[in-house]
């Protein structure tokens, strides 16, 4: 059975799958908390399992994380590791590059791709799962291959526990899709975006800096094939997006030659609050406006300041307006520094 939605009715159910999916795999201990360790990964000691010492480093990051304490550090050597991760304690993960900014002078890098899947079908829908606070993602490469949904995905509230405090920094976010297949239990669902990091449920104190995001999938607008024959869905690679009341500082990203830079939305798409057709402005005022559009209460929230966007079909979509975002009106969509160049993205 094969399933296909349009990116702009079904795109934050996929975001909420994609990041859920997590909560399946999550393996939660209780106690009293223990002194911070410091744990060590190498992919150059596979197949071997290791012990996480300096000495005898872990193969898998996913192996650390299951064997670490809240609190801990987990450094991990430059390599490839092609995982499925879920992080479902408070920890800090550290890549060869931590504390580099993704567009400075980096050294090797720690690099996370897709995890085969059995049997050669799609991989898992993404890179990393945050399902707990306090996470911190530092000097990482996250290479999609043009094949997997989500690289960083956070999913607060709902079924899941609120998670805050997630601090991704100093990464590289590369070759994600305007659009995936991917298969659970038997079905084929084609999901029409890809965004490197996402963040859905209410949340706070979240910070998303100094990353670089570049080479994501082209914008793909709809396809009309008349009456008798459906069309293709509008497709979209994102950056960074927040939905559903998750609040996020933005800070010092560099994100070049992806669809959209950076999304704030809720609910399903298209909502436009009034005033005329999607993508016009309503009470008079022009894109970029702090009062654009009618503000829902619990849309995502981005505070973006510094960085640098260009070669984009957007570059920050506020969608349908957020009253609380920090951001400022004016610019142009392939020159942006602390500027928006459209308020309101016609989908």
Known sequence: MKIRHTFARTM?????????????????????????????????????????????????????IDNANSGDVIDVAAGTYAEGIVVNKALTIQGNNAGTPGSGTRAEESTIVPEPSEGGGPPPPFLISVASSNVTIDGFEFDAQSNVPTGIGVQSGG?????????????????FPSGVTISI???????????????????????????????????????????????????????????????????NNRIDNVAFGVLMTQGR??????????????????????????????AGIAHVSG??????????????GQQDATYYGGGSRNQWSRRVWHCIVPF
């Open 12 to 64: 934050l159910d996929h975001l909420q799958y994609t990041l859920a999916l997590g909560a399946l795999f999550l393996m939660i201990g209780w106690g009293l908390p223990a002194q911070a360790q410091e744990a060590f990964v190498d992919d150059a000691t596979c197949p071997n399992t290791g012990s996480g010492t300096s000495g005898d480093p872990y193969c898998e990051i996913q192996t650390a």
């Open 269 to 298: 798409l298209p909502m436009p609050m009034g005033g005329g057709p999607i993508g016009e402005p309503i009470l008079g005022q022009e894109p970029g406006s702090r009062d654009a559009q009618a503000q829902p209460a619990n």
């Open 185 to 251: 239990f038997e079905t084929t669902i084609d999901i029409p975006f890809g965004v490197g990091i996402a963040g859905v449920g209410p949340s706070t104190e979240n910070e998303f800096a100094n990353n670089l995001f570049q080479n994501f999938g082209d914008y793909q607008p709809p396809t009309d094939n008349g009456p008798e024959t459906e069309g293709e869905p509008e497709r979209a690679s994102i950056g960074i997006a927040v939905v559903d009341g998750f609040e996020a500082s933005i800070e």
């Open 307 to 320: 960085g640098q966007i260009t070669n984009v079909h957007r570059g920050i979509v506020f969608y349908p």
């Open 159 to 175: 079924e899941t526990p609120v998670v805050e405090s997630t601090v991704i920094q100093n990464n590289v976010f590369e070759n």
